[in-house]
């Protein structure tokens, strides 16, 4: 199972983007509750978490997907947010941020020595990292991606590591991205 974690703040388009074209490949994902079952964006965009928190087990999933966000804050202050993505790197499952998001896993020295991007002005919270600048950066297991602007292409990057490259790139044409 990918969890895809909720805080309030979250960025929206990144989060509802990502979790789209990994639905249409057919992966195993639920939206996780960090602050509740009913989650408020940034936008002030309401959505139902599939579970909360309190109901998953972080040594259960699949791969840890980080929207970004001032809710970025609200992700980073949940012990259960960071076991889970540190399961995840730890096992060489799927670890992916996006916009601010990258900072947790700086913080948590995932991206050391890695090849790296975020959004504009959060480069020196991505401690050891390489800071490339591009839309989406995938090294190795480590998903990163600038922003809402590619939230979609953060979602292909996501399915090609966690499927393959050939189903990223049918969801992409059939939603005319291509």
């Known amino acids: 199972m990918y969890y895809l974690f909720l805080a309030d703040?979250?960025?929206?388009?990144e989060a509802l983007a990502a979790l789209d074209v990994m639905?249409?490949?057919g992966m195993n994902v639920?939206?996780?509750?960090?602050?509740?079952e009913v989650v408020t964006s940034s936008h002030n965009v309401t959505v139902k978490a599939d579970v909360t928190i309190d109901q998953i087990n972080p040594k259960?999933?699949?791969?840890a997907v980080l929207p970004?966000?001032?809710g970025t804050i609200n992700l980073e202050q949940c012990g259960r947010v960071l076991d889970c993505v540190t399961y995840c790197y730890e096992n060489k499952l799927p670890v992916c941020a996006i916009c601010a998001a990258p900072s947790i896993l700086?913080?948590?020295?995932?991206?050391?020595?890695?090849?790296?991007?975020c959004f504009p002005?959060?480069?020196?919270?991505?401690?050891?990292?390489?800071?490339?600048?591009?839309?989406?950066?995938?090294?190795?297991?480590v998903i990163t991606a600038k922003g809402a602007g590619c939230a979609v292409e953060f979602g292909h990057a996501i399915?090609?590591?966690a499927v393959s490259k050939e189903a990223a790139d049918k969801v992409i044409s059939d939603m005319q991205c291509l």
């Open 60 to 63: 259960a999933a699949d791969g």
């Open 30 to 36: 639920q939206t996780v509750g960090v602050t509740g």
């Open 68 to 70: 970004g966000g001032p």
């Open 159 to 161: 399915v090609s590591l």
């Open 106 to 117: 700086g913080h948590l020295g995932i991206l050391e020595g890695r090849t790296a991007t």
């Open 23 to 25: 639905r249409r490949a």
């Open 121 to 141: 002005g959060f480069e020196t919270e991505l401690k050891g990292a390489t800071c490339t600048g591009a839309h989406v950066e995938t090294d190795g297991h």
């Open 9 to 13: 703040g979250f960025e929206e388009t």
